[in-house]
């Protein structure tokens, strides 16, 4: 690699809508462990740019997944330079605009590798080797994108056509143009004719050519964007972008707004074992598969089943006489597919949305900053969940106006306010908090903290939570 430091910039805005239900709008993709034993996607690809020629990466995400970014970095000892917090999502060309805003702060000829942090790259030399051609491209002038060998007609991917050669970067090409998603017949062509690269959603720039190019092809984007970061707050360790100025940057991806318009398009050709993992189907290709070619994650029995997919989370799942399917069972949703037909689980969740259902959503474990809590059971006018509190975390100070708690502590020690005491549970002891009581959970112990919680009451919402005081910057409406 090249001793001139690289500057990552991660975009994890995505819900991951076609994995569903394993990934939900609430924990998308990039939050699973997917294509990786040990790490969730969005670690693996940080740890990919942890070595020394790259600096500290820059995070784009939206504000409900602030906390859970920041949690899965320090996990995986990842210090980030910056949280970019969006306001609304407005796709990637604006986010990758505001990093290159706040890059060019720093360093006039900063080099950008802008990565999608829901990506499987298997081959980290390959890549590591197409990161350095690059980055010698964009110093160059040249606005650079990964192109993928393919390895099948793929009708899931857009396409580049290769150009001529570059003359300054061995092994890179001019851009002789992009290529939306082909018919199958159109994408055996491209396979055979070896002039054409699936398109990977990875870039290489310089921060100052990208801005250049947005202000020629987009003026008004970049306008909003540096209005944006003009008016940003710093909210804890999170960069908040202000609503109304970035809420007025039109919506479009950086293929659209400049790739496909920029004179200076060049593409690296790379094989390092790349896949976007956009469907149950991707996951199927890349498993590892028995001799009857299907993939399992999980306690799975199959019998005369072959090229399937299935996974389960909780649960046996046993699949009898069935070829080419993917099956997923989560502890509140199956979902059941032709393998063939798996992009077509977007329009499921779609219909999920449509009928106001909380499944395309949340899962019943949900992520807080200070933990998680689980949905257990529910019922007319009860709820049941089961807490998790970690080490020296506390919920916030705050109040219900329809509910009340009763809390039965399992193990670990919590410290609880209820109106004007404070006192201590530990294991197999219980306090009850009365409708309108101001209370707090806290865990001052060094283990997590797990209880039961009851809640009985007219309305059981999440939205019934006043806060008076809190640790993370959330605000009561």
């Known amino acids: 690699m090249s001793t001139e430091t690289i500057h990552p910039v991660i975009l994890s805005g995505g819900s991951g809508s076609r994995l569903w239900p394993l990934s939900r709008a609430g924990y998308p993709k990039q939050f ?3 294509g990786d034993n040990e790490n969730t996607m969005l670690q693996a690809t940080a740890m990919r740019v942890s070595g020394e020629a790259f600096s500290n990466p ?22 980030p330079s910056q949280i970019v917090l969006e306001p609304v999502g407005r796709n990637t060309a604006p986010a990758v605009a505001i990093a290159a805003l706040s890059l060019l ?27 350095e051609k690059a980055a010698q491209a964009a110093k160059s002038g040249k606005l650079v994108t990964f192109g993928i060998e393919p390895t099948a007609p793929e009708t899931g991917y857009g396409y580049i056509q290769k150009g001529a050669t570059l003359p300054e970067v061995d092994g890179a090409h001019q851009v002789a143009r992009f290529v939306e998603k082909p018919d199958s017949d159109t994408a055996s062509a ?9 398109n990977s959603g990875i870039f290489v720039f310089t921060a100052k050519n990208y801005l250049e190019e947005l202000k020629g092809h987009h003026p008004e984007m970049l306008s909003a964007c540096e209005k944006a970061l003009k008016l940003s707050k710093q909210d804890l360790n999170f960069c908040r972008l202000d609503h109304d100025a970035f809420m007025a940057s039109p919506s479009d991806s950086i293929d659209y707004a400049v790739m496909e318009k920029t004179a200076n398009a060049a593409v690296v050709p ?9 469907a149950w189907s991707a996951l199927w290709d890349i498993e590892e598969k028995d001799e009857f070619g299907n993939g399992v994650h999980g306690d799975v029995l ?11 989370d909780h649960a046996l799942v046993a699949v009898s006489g069935v070829d080419d399917v993917i099956v997923v069972a989560t ?20 219909r999920l949305k449509a009928d106001g259902r909380y499944e395309h959503n949340l899962h019943t474990t949900v992520h807080r900053p200070w933990g998680n809590y689980q949905g257990i059971d529910n019922g007319d006018r009860y709820q049941v969940k089961r807490i998790t509190v970690k080490p020296g975390e506390k919920l916030s100070l705050q109040m219900h106006h329809h509910r009340a708690e009763h809390w039965i502590v399992v193990s670990g020690t919590a410290v609880v306010t209820s109106g004007d005491k404070t006192f201590m549970l530990r294991e197999n002891e219980s306090t009850y908090i009365p409708i309108g009581e101001t209370h707090r959970l806290e865990n001052p112990g060094k283990v997590p903290l797990h209880l039961i919680e009851v809640q009985s009451g007219s309305y059981l919402g999440e939205d019934d939570i006043v806060r008076f005081e809190d640790g993370y910057g959330r605000i009561s409406s």
Not at 106 to 130: K, W, Y
Not at 190 to 198: A, F, I, P, Q, V
Not at 270 to 278: A, E, I, K, N, P
Request: glycine share 2%; net charge negative.
């Open 270 to 278: 790379v094989d390092m074992q790349w896949s976007d993992l956009g």
């Open 302 to 312: 199959l019998h005369n089943t072959r090229n399937s997919y299935v996974h389960a």
């Open 190 to 198: 491209y396979l055979e004719s070896g002039e054409y690269y699936w």
């Open 58 to 79: 820059v995070m784009v995400c939206n504000e409900e997944h602030r906390f859970i970014v920041a949690e899965q970095l320090r996990l995986a000892g990842i210090e």
């Open 32 to 34: 699973l462990n997917l």
């Open 331 to 350: 502890d509140d949703a199956v979902l059941v597919v032709n393998r063939n037909n798996a992009q077509d689980v977007k329009q499921v969740v779609e």
């Open 105 to 131: 702060e720093q360093n006039e000829d900063a080099v950008m590798l802008v990565m999608p942090s829901d990506h499987v790259i298997r081959n980290q030399s390959a890549f590591l080797a197409a990161v």
